[in-house]
């Protein structure tokens, strides 16, 4: 009988041992909860806190690449903005050294974010700049560095006049967007894409780096129910065989049901995700009905706009992209081609607009979000622009199921200022490489009436 109480005694014990230890290790699961929690907003910083890249600069989304790394003599990143006088503005971010340069390249542009320029960097580290005016009539501009890895002077601004063709003579003519790309399959092909004839996306091919280019031609051509109905385009490429394409039907202030679709170019064809072709590149224009329909705004009767795509390690497109239920919310989707089905994933509500809306006027563009894109480098991260306690700050989500879960990192918090429209730079592929830049607002009442400063997060 005393050894089975004594037995019973150690029982007890060790169950109190046990239940003690599991307490412990739930404390210090909570403390470590806690604690990550906090080292999270502790190593988020106010917007002043940052390196300022231009004092002076703003950006539109849609002329992409806007920045680029590039590793030669130097390591270095390449970008260009808009500044408030109307100048377009190159600069350099030296990695090593962390001195900015820059360097006006064309004075008295125009007063307008919608000008910032495209660049592309060839092998030796020549920059070359594709920019337009966010006008009609006026030509498609290119400008390029006279020496390598040096933004201090350039060769004269060429005019490339590329919807000067006959077969588009009754379109209305204009340039608006610049993106450019090259792809070393095709013996280093550089595609330009711009919204052009009609204010549909147009595109242009040079075979001898960008020295000549043929004529300009209609890519994406919709019903034209209305006068200048304009699908807004954003590109991307693996830069090595395939150019992807993520497309709206218009303006989300002119379409209530505008969707978002997508299409890539490979090989001369143009195709759906699947593979299926839709037409060859030398008889564009497509129809937007004959691409995959990524978000179908008819359906659910929530407007939506697009924002960035990429190519995931697999080589499928990703996309992300605004829905707009009123105009005041603004809800950020990531959409992934997974090899046989679009998915879909909601992330957040970000707020409403950015723009200051001056007291008692109507605001001309509630649909400008503060912005979401993807890192080009690794497809499973995003940068965002969300509201927080009133003002638009920058986050950095990853995710590691393909868009279902992820973990937030805030870059920025506790900012005087609204951080916005953020750009993940490209061939940053190194975790000692500043990934994202953004702007930091003093002055939005419009993209003709702006005064803003670019941010960078430097290592």
């Not at 169950?15 to 907003?41: E, F, G, H, V």
């Not at 006008?135 to 201090?152: M, Q, Y």
């Not at 390690?313 to 005041?328: A, E, K, Q």
């Not at 868009?403 to 953020?422: A, H, L």
Request: hydrophobic fraction near 30%.
């Amino acid at each position: 009988m005393k050894e089975f109480l004594h037995l019973s005694n150690i029982q007890t014990l060790t169950m109190k041992i046990i239940l003690i230890q599991n307490t412990i290790l739930l404390i210090a699961a909570l403390l470590n909860t806690l604690y990550a929690q906090d080292n999270s907003l502790q190593k988020c910083k106010p917007d002043n806190a940052f390196t300022t890249l231009a004092d002076d600069g703003a950006w539109c989304w849609f002329s992409d690449p806007r920045a680029v790394y590039f590793e030669g003599e130097h390591r270095r990143i390449y970008t260009g903005w808009m500044n408030s006088l109307g100048d377009l503005v190159a600069g350099c971010y030296d990695i090593d050294t962390r001195q900015v340069t820059t360097q006006v390249i064309h004075k008295n542009l125009e007063i307008d974010d919608h000008d910032n320029p495209s660049l592309i960097i060839d092998n030796k580290g020549y920059v070359t700049y594709y920019y337009t005016k966010h006008a009609f009539k006026t030509p498609l501009l290119t400008v390029r560095s006279k020496r390598p890895e040096d933004i201090s002077e350039w060769a004269p601004v060429r005019e490339l006049h590329l919807n000067d063709t006959i077969a588009y003579k009754e379109y209305r003519n204009s340039y608006t967007y610049a993106n450019i790309y090259q792809l070393a399959d095709e013996n280093n092909r550089q595609y330009l894409f711009w919204r052009g004839m009609d204010f549909k996306p147009n595109f242009s091919f040079s075979d001898d780096q960008g020295n000549s280019w043929s004529n300009g031609k209609i890519l994406i051509l919709p019903d034209r129910t209305y006068r200048d109905r304009r699908p807004y385009l954003k590109v991307s490429s693996n830069g090595k065989d395939k150019i992807h394409f993520a497309f709206t039907d218009g303006h989300p202030r002119d379409e209530p049901t505008n969707s978002i679709y997508y299409a890539c170019c490979k090989n001369g064809k143009i195709l759906q995700a699947d593979g299926s072709e839709i037409c060859r590149l030398d008889d564009a224009p497509f129809e937007p009905s004959e691409a995959d329909v990524v978000y179908d705004a008819r359906q659910s009767g929530v407007k939506s706009w697009i924002w960035d795509i990429a190519e995931d390690t697999l080589g499928n497109p990703v996309i992300v992209y605004s829905r707009f239920p009123d105009d005041s919310n603004h809800l950020y989707h990531y959409a992934r081609w997974n090899g046989t089905q679009w998915e879909d994933h909601f992330l957040l509500n970000s707020g409403g607009w950015f723009p200051q809306t001056p007291e008692g006027k109507h605001e001309r563009e509630p649909n400008y979000s503060g912005g979401i894109v993807i890192d080009h480098e690794d497809p499973s991260v995003v940068y965002l622009s969300a509201k927080t306690d009133g003002t638009f700050e920058i986050e950095k989500w990853k995710t590691f199921d393909g868009g279902t879960n992820w973990e937030i990192e805030k870059i920025t918090c506790r900012s005087q200022k609204d951080n916005v429209r953020p750009f993940a730079v490209r061939n940053a592929n190194s975790d000692k490489i500043p990934q994202v830049i953004w702007m930091n607002i003093e002055k939005y009442i419009h993209y003709t009436n702006y005064k803003a400063s670019l941010m960078i997060k430097a290592k």
